[in-house]
Structures are given as C-alpha cells and as structure tokens.
C-alpha cells in the first residue's frame, strides 16, 4: 500500500472514531434517562411473590443499567481523548494517566510487540523502575503478559500465593494482585496493558477488568493508527536523510558534516539544558541543516576559488532552499527555524533574512555554532583543516558578533569534553 494510502486509512478512522465519541454519548444519555425513569418506579407494598419478584427484577435492571452506563462512559472518555492523537509518545502517556484515573492504580506498564525480535516491550509506564523499563522483556507466550499477548486474553490474579493457573510462571515470593488486558487490532495482539497494585491497597474487581478491557480496546486501535504514522514519518524522513548524504558524498570536503554538527549541536543544546523537545528535535532533524544545499551546483560547492558575487549570492540561497524542500512535510515543518536560520548571525550581519539577537530561533543559535566549528575542523578545497585549539579561539573570538555569547560559553565547556 502507498504512504498516500496509509494516509487516507488514518484519516478515515479518524472519521470513525470521531462518530463512536458522537454515538456513545447518544446511548449513555438514552441509558442515563431509563436509569432515571426506573428509579421513579416504587412498590409501596409488596403484594404477594408476582410483586416481590417485580421489584427485585427492577433493581437488577437498575444495577445493571449502572454498570452498562459507566462501561459506555469509559468507553466515551476514551474515545474521546485518544482520537486523532498520532504522536506516539504522547498517546502512551494519555492512556497511562487515563487508566490511573479509572483504576485508582498505582503500577501500569503498556508493552508493546517490537517488530524485528516478537517481545514485549514497555514502551510506556508509571510507578515502574527505569531499570525495569530498559530491561523487562518476554517473548510471546512468556510469562502472564506473553501469555495473555498469545492467547489474546485477559487476566485477573488477586493473590498471587493462591494463583494455579500460571504456578510455573508466576514469582510467588509476596502476595501481588495484577490484571494484564490485551491490545488487539483486527485480530492481532500488538501490546499488553498491565496494572498493579490499587491505591490503599483495595482489590482488583470483575468491574476493573471490564474497564481495563474496555480501555485496551480503544487504545489499541489508537496505538496502532499511531505506530502507522510514525512509520510514515520516518520513511519520508529516511528518504530526505539519505538524499543529504547522497549530496555530501558528491562534495568529499563535506563528506559526515550534517551527522558532525547534529552531533556538536547536541552536546551544546545538553551543556545548557535544553528541554528534551529541544534535544528530540535536534536528534531527528540536526542533519537536516543544510539540506538545502542539494539544490546548488556541485561545481560551486567544490570550487577550490575565491566565490564571485554571483556565486556567493547562490551559496546564501541554501536555507530557503532547504525550507521549500520540507515545508510540504507536516511533521518536518519543526525543522524550519534549524534549516532556515543557522547561518543568521548575533550582530544582524547574517543572511538569509539578517535577524539579530532574540529574533534568531534558539536552536539556530546553536547550530550556527555547531556548523562554524564543523567547518574550521574540515579541509576545504580552498584550505586545510584547523586544528581544534584554534577553532575553539575563533569561537570565543566571535562571541557578542557572529554568536551569541551565552552559547559560546557552553559550546566550549562542551565542545572541549568531546572526544572527535
């Protein structure tokens, strides 16, 4: 199937899920009215069995009303909140806090089906150890997640002392109670929803399975649109990226240059503690910054010369290049201010737009630098490299004019520490 293809199918689950949210309300609302209208009902007196067993008759009607509402309310809340959110990490986190908020939970792990080796892995968790995340893995049929992940079944453990069902896989060193739901998707399981251990203490009931279920249907249906997205995001990302080194290898002076400076940039951006948005977006697009220059002639890029005028005049049009190639691209809009602004300068005197000071993006003032050091420590056709002394002067050399002081500083510290 093409991306376009892949792309209409999100849409158009979208579209779905949007009316699921429209019609679930619809039906709690008509539930909620019966459930009122029941309640209005009274026996006075109990006439005999026909009327004992009427009012018993009502009030399971009612109790079950109760449930059937706060299963549709469940599934409205999640609906509601999942739909149309395709950043994956973000999705994950939106389903941990909603299930800590119907299950009064304190440990929940989502682990999801890794592709290339079939385990589970947690992808997402809350009251859980970082080693335990890096490090908890099980096969498919391993364990109760694996087990539940094969079968496609849920699990309710209250005491695991007392469990038989799983006595060959279960640690049985403490009394836990657990329940671990499956993520199914057109009939396949691609991750497990794990929850541990109530606030206070309470035990797991029949009615926290049914909303844990309930929620892992949901947000399975979500997880996978999700995981199809990214998997857009990084082919066309892939594409781009590779048409950069394809570029690079054309022009050996610069043959490693964007993966250099994406690497200077981010132990810059760490030395100044950048938020981890900022260093995400250095990760994904820092090679990017001159993608732009796939539009200029190689012959200019290689010139071992003096650039005429003209020339030079072309070199600078690289960063409105680079944005035209990405601006089509949603998820790529976010490298706009890198690929556009890195080669602005502190005093006003950069190109291609000649901001100054504030007006130059973060992130850009960190690639200019970042892109300047690359540069001194790189032959040219038209000289040889410096040596890392010597950019490191010039660096300082021009803080307060080409840069901005606040980032030479860092760049420095950090700069010094790197080993080449």
Same mark, same amino acid.
């Given at each position: 199937?093409?991306?376009?293809?892949? &792309?209409?199918?999100?849409?158009?689950?979208?579209?779905?899920?949007?009316?699921?949210?429209?019609?679930?309300?619809?039906?709690?609302?008509?539930?909620?009215?019966?459930?009122?209208?029941?309640?209005?009902?009274?026996?006075?007196?109990?006439?005999?069995?026909?009327?004992?067993?009427?009012?018993?008759? &009502?009030?399971?009607?009612?109790?079950?009303?109760?449930?059937?509402?706060?299963?549709?309310?469940?599934?409205?809340?999640?609906?509601?909140?999942?739909?149309?959110?395709?950043?994956?990490?973000?999705? &994950?986190?939106?389903?941990?806090?909603?299930?800590?908020?119907?299950?009064?939970?304190?440990?929940?792990?989502?682990?999801?089906?890794?592709?290339?080796?079939?385990? %589970?892995?947690?992808?997402?968790?809350?009251?859980?150890?970082?080693?335990?995340?890096?490090?908890?893995?099980?096969?498919?049929?391993?364990?109760?997640?694996?087990?539940?992940?094969?079968?496609?079944?849920?699990?309710?453990?209250?005491?695991?002392?007392?469990?038989?069902?799983?006595?060959?896989?279960?640690? +049985?060193?403490?009394?836990?109670?657990?329940?671990?739901?499956?993520? /199914?998707?057109?009939?396949?399981?691609?991750?497990?929803?794990?929850?541990?251990?109530?606030?206070?203490?309470?035990?797991?009931?029949?009615? *926290?399975?049914?909303?844990?279920?309930?929620?892992?249907?949901?947000?399975?249906?979500?997880?996978?649109?999700?995981?199809?997205?990214?998997?857009?995001?990084?082919?066309?990302?892939?594409?781009?990226?590779? %048409?950069? +080194?394809?570029?690079?290898?054309?022009?050996?002076?610069?043959?490693?240059?964007?993966?250099?400076?994406?690497?200077?940039?981010?132990?810059?951006? @760490?030395?100044?503690?950048?938020?981890?948005?900022?260093?995400?977006?250095?990760?994904?697009?820092?090679?990017?910054? *001159?993608?732009?220059?796939?539009?200029?002639?190689?012959?200019?890029?290689?010139?071992?010369?003096?650039?005429?005028?003209?020339?030079?005049?072309?070199? /600078?049009?690289?960063?409105?290049?680079?944005?035209?190639?990405?601006?089509?691209?949603?998820?790529?809009?976010?490298?706009?201010?890198?690929?556009?602004?890195?080669?602005?300068?502190?005093?006003?005197?950069?190109?291609?737009? +000649?901001?100054?000071?504030? /007006?130059?993006? %973060?992130?850009?003032?960190?690639?200019?630098?970042?892109?300047?050091?690359?540069?001194?420590?790189? *032959? @040219?056709?038209?000289?040889?490299?410096?040596?890392?002394?010597?950019?490191?002067?010039? &660096?300082? +050399?021009?803080?307060?004019?080409?840069?901005?002081?606040?980032?030479?500083?860092?760049?420095?510290?950090?700069?010094?520490?790197?080993?080449?």
């Amino acid at each position: 199937m093409t991306k376009n293809g892949n &792309l209409r199918i999100i849409a158009g689950v979208g579209k779905i899920q949007k009316t699921v949210v429209s019609k679930t309300k619809q039906i709690v609302e008509q539930l909620e009215k019966t459930k009122t209208a029941l309640d209005s009902i009274k026996v006075e007196k109990a006439v005999g069995n026909e009327a004992k067993q009427i009012a018993e008759q &009502l009030e399971k009607t009612k109790t079950a009303l109760d449930k059937k509402i706060k299963q549709l309310n469940v599934l409205h809340k999640v609906s509601e909140t999942l739909t149309l959110q395709l950043n994956i990490e973000k999705l &994950l986190t939106s389903i941990i806090r909603l299930i800590s908020q119907r299950t009064l939970t304190e440990k929940i792990s989502i682990m999801l089906v890794d592709k290339k080796t079939k385990q %589970l892995r947690i992808r997402a968790a809350k009251g859980v150890t970082k080693t335990k995340i890096k490090t908890v893995k099980f096969k498919i049929g391993e364990g109760v997640a694996g087990w539940v992940a094969k079968e496609g079944k849920s699990v309710l453990i209250k005491n695991t002392l007392k469990e038989s069902r799983f006595e060959n896989i279960i640690t +049985r060193s403490e009394k836990r109670q657990f329940i671990c739901v499956p993520m /199914k998707v057109r009939g396949q399981t691609i991750g497990v929803i794990n929850v541990e251990e109530k606030v206070g203490g309470l035990a797991f009931t029949r009615d *926290d399975l049914t909303i844990l279920a309930t929620i892992g249907y949901e947000a399975a249906i979500a997880v996978s649109n999700a995981l199809l997205f990214d998997e857009l995001q990084q082919s066309y990302f892939n594409t781009i990226t590779a %048409l950069v +080194r394809a570029m690079e290898a054309k022009e050996p002076y610069t043959q490693g240059h964007s993966d250099r400076v994406k690497k200077y940039a981010l132990a810059i951006a @760490r030395e100044v503690n950048l938020s981890n948005e900022n260093i995400e977006l250095i990760k994904r697009f820092g090679a990017l910054h *001159d993608i732009g220059k796939i539009g200029i002639p190689i012959r200019i890029l290689n010139k071992p010369d003096k650039l005429t005028k003209e020339e030079w005049k072309i070199i /600078k049009s690289h960063p409105r290049i680079g944005v035209t190639i990405i601006e089509t691209i949603d998820f790529m809009k976010l490298a706009k201010p890198i690929i556009l602004s890195h080669h602005e300068r502190y005093d006003g005197k950069g190109y291609p737009m +000649r901001l100054r000071d504030k /007006k130059i993006p %973060l992130l850009a003032k960190i690639f200019s630098i970042a892109d300047a050091y690359d540069a001194m420590l790189s *032959d @040219r056709p038209y000289r040889k490299a410096f040596d890392k002394e010597y950019a490191l002067s010039e &660096l300082a +050399r021009g803080a307060g004019t080409q840069f901005d002081p606040r980032f030479v500083r860092a760049a420095i510290r950090s700069l010094k520490k790197l080993k080449e």
